[in-house]
């Protein structure tokens, strides 16, 4: 099934474009449907979905009168609003459940992270270990929960439906998530994942000091038929970039990968620090 998550992104982006094009406001657009103006911002972000009459109503007060065009956005409005798989962990984030669909969909991420192992290649232990300590998870069934969502998630590895490449600090492999034995199952697991086809680990080592974009953790998720996205996860709340951000982000990541060593190397310091800590 296609991701209804990224129908609903394209269809928002060109929702849009459609209303900029049209010297439309925003505020303008959530009067004709009846809606707030951030509500349409909503809409436009591909945060929530949009029925048939209000999407016909906008089309109509943007000027669009091609027959094809509007059929189209019709179809994706109603491919929105199917459910994925991750509509029943309802207790999530919506930016979270955003992020899982537009994974979902994604042919390529590229991934780069200061402080921990990327999600899609957590071990159940390193992950329990990290959500434990969140003192905004309510109970140990919701760490559960979160745990059997990422393991989820990590299918689209396994199938091989999705391309990784991660680029990590070396603070990620030494930092003790866990105690030593979770430590030591998932650099074994992460010495695993780069020996798949679809995986490429990188790892930029202390001695590289001072490099770009170090103080920031990011993804970009690239499609087979739409244009990439940034996601930045927060605190306090998630963004998604486009357009030109996107391609600041690729220029960064393309650098740290240019910093880091090469998949080979980074496979043997991942090895020599596992059995290091073996060894205490």
Known sequence: MESPTFVRFQLGAQLRRVREDATVTAEQAAEVIEVSASTLRRIEAG????????????????????????????????????????????????????????????????????????????????????????????SPDAVERRVAVRTQ??????????????????????????????????LTALLDAGKRWNVTLQVIPFREGAYAAMMSSFHVLNFADGPSVVYIEGLT???????????????????????ALSPSDSAAMIEEIRNAGQRE
């Open 47 to 138: 945060r929530v979905g949009i029925k048939g009459p209000a999407l016909n109503a906008l089309l109509d007060r943007y000027g669009v009168t091609d027959a094809e065009l509007r059929d189209t956005l019709l179809s994706m409005a109603k491919t929105g609003k199917q459910r994925g798989w991750w509509a029943k962990y309802g207790d999530l984030p919506s930016s979270y459940r955003q992020y899982i669909g537009l994974e979902s969909a994604a042919e390529e991420v590229h991934n780069f992270e200061t402080l921990v192992v990327p999600g899609l290649l957590q071990t159940p232990g390193y992950a329990r270990a990290m959500m434990a300590e969140d003192p905004f998870e309510p």
């Open 153 to 186: 998630r990590q299918e689209l590895i396994g199938s091989g439906k999705l391309r990784l490449v991660a680029v990590l600090d070396e603070a990620v492999l030494r930092r003790q998530i866990g105690g030593s034995a979770v430590m030591a199952d998932q």
């Open 237 to 259: 709340g998630d963004l998604y970039a486009e357009g030109e951000d996107v391609r600041r982000c690729t220029v960064v990541f393309n650098s740290l990968r240019g910093a």
